[in-house]
Nanobody, 116 residues
Framework: QVQLVESGGGLVQPGGSLRLSCAAS????????MGWYRQVPGKQRELVAS???????GYAASVKGRFTISRDSAKNTMYLQMNSLQPEDTAVYYCNRSPVSTFSSWGQGTQVTVSS
């Protein structure tokens, strides 16, 4: 069974930083590229960063240069270091394989709120 547990969100002021963590089951982490997604109410979930099994990364234009994705294969854990956070980064952040499958299940996500 696929398990995805996101953590590390919170309230931060503009310009601040947060580090998100994603604990994933080995069945997904070992076999797929992984990604961080975010969603705000009323909008579609969007991919913000991805990382292949061999460490190649990709970023959405809106976060490039501010966010850094990484993965620890020994721990089946993925991270998202978010710096220079802006109010428009406010969203619920999720992790999953990249790209997702039609049948992919999602974790509960972690809320990131950027506000003064």
């Amino acid at each position: 069974q696929v398990q995805l547990v996101e953590s590390g969100g919170g309230l931060v002021q503009p310009g601040g930083s947060l580090r998100l963590s994603c604990a994933a089951s080995a069945s997904i982490f070992s076999n797929y590229a992984m990604g961080w997604y975010r969603q705000v109410p009323g909008k579609q979930r969007e991919l913000v960063a991805s990382i292949t099994r061999n460490g190649n990364t990709g970023y959405a234009a809106s976060v490039k240069g501010r966010f850094t994705i990484s993965r620890d294969s020994a721990k089946n854990t993925m991270y998202l270091q978010m710096n220079s956070l802006q109010p428009e980064d406010t969203a619920v952040y999720y992790c999953n394989r990249s790209p997702v499958s039609t049948f992919s299940s999602w974790g509960q996500g972690t809320q990131v709120t950027v506000s003064s």
